[in-house]
């Protein structure tokens, strides 16, 4: 079965929209609001931990918080963690 030159330039062409970058969505604009989202549930957390102490939240809220924030800082620490290891890849290279 052979395939007519004309109709693959065709149908790569119809595709290759599909599959180009979009310049819209900006990484840096992505890692700050990721940033921001950490930030807020670590804040959110501290409140909820200092109205417990001080009676003023309830137990199960309190562990919620503490949940949420566990999860975030892990979160963080596996990005870190692969940030670091695609850094040391990247040293190993050969020049």
Do not use: C, W
């Not at 609001?33 to 957390?45: M, V």
């Not at 990005?79 to 020049?95: G, S, W």
């Amino acid at each position: 079965m052979e395939l007519q030159s004309t109709l693959v330039a065709k149908a790569y062409a119809a595709n290759r929209p599909a599959t180009a970058p979009n310049p819209g969505d900006d990484a840096g604009a992505a890692f700050g609001r990721a940033a921001s989202d950490f930030i807020t549930t670590l804040k959110q957390g501290e409140e909820t931990a200092m109205a417990a102490m001080t009676g003023g939240a309830d137990p199960h809220a309190l562990v919620q918080a503490l949940a949420q924030t566990e999860l975030a800082v892990e979160t963080a620490v596996t990005v870190r963690d692969k940030v670091v290891e695609a850094y040391q890849e990247i040293l190993r290279m050969p020049v």
